[in-house]
């Protein structure tokens, strides 16, 4: 989804039999000359996200970007993300493409590794601090519900641990462009962001 210049949504996602799923929201910022672009939508089914299963049995799904050559349904964000839903067998080491221009990080959601290839990853646990020292020793081991940041780098390593792992691995171009955000409503300075809270007050942010 892109908001653009405002748009109304409503989501009710299901979970299977026993009501268990995934759910991720990531949102990237628009660049300051498409802040105010129309809103769209793209709906798209688990069906049409390609994958692809490496020699090792690295398994791949590219929801957006380009990736060991297989290209993801998502498409026309700024910030060309490339977006991996990435799993790992127990114990196998493997090194993952970054673009040279392009700032990455991953998502752990099942078992653990250690992540390396960029330099300085840094775990940032997304729970309370004391439990997620538990979980992240010195040698960048990551668990279940833990975030690893990546400075600049051309690849990323992972060695999964022994119930394999499931992560997400997102990068994406940096706008170096300045932040002004509140709420639900992101620009570039307070001023613009002063006068979109002021139309949305007036009821004419929505724009068709």
Known sequence: MTAGRG???QEMPRGDAQGRMHGFQLWTNLPAAL??????????PAAEIPEHTDDDGTRVRVVCGEFWGRRGPVEGIAADPVYLDVSVLPGQRK?????????????VFAGSGRFGGASAPQPMPTE???AAEERLDAALT??????????????????????GLRFLLVSGRP?????????????NTDAELREAYAQLERATFLKV
Request: hydrophobic share 50%.
């Open 95 to 107: 090194h993952l493409p970054v673009a040279l221009d392009s700032h990455a990080f991953a998502y």
């Open 35 to 44: 802040k105010m672009t129309a809103p769209r939508y793209q709906e798209i």
């Open 7 to 9: 748009i109304l949504h």
């Open 175 to 187: 706008l170096r462009e300045p932040v002004a955000w509140r709420g639900p409503i992101v620009m």
């Open 128 to 130: 309370n601090a004391a």
């Open 142 to 163: 990551a668990a279940n519900r833990s975030l690893v940041l990546f400075d600049r780098g051309d690849a990323v390593s992972v060695q999964a641990g022994e119930e």
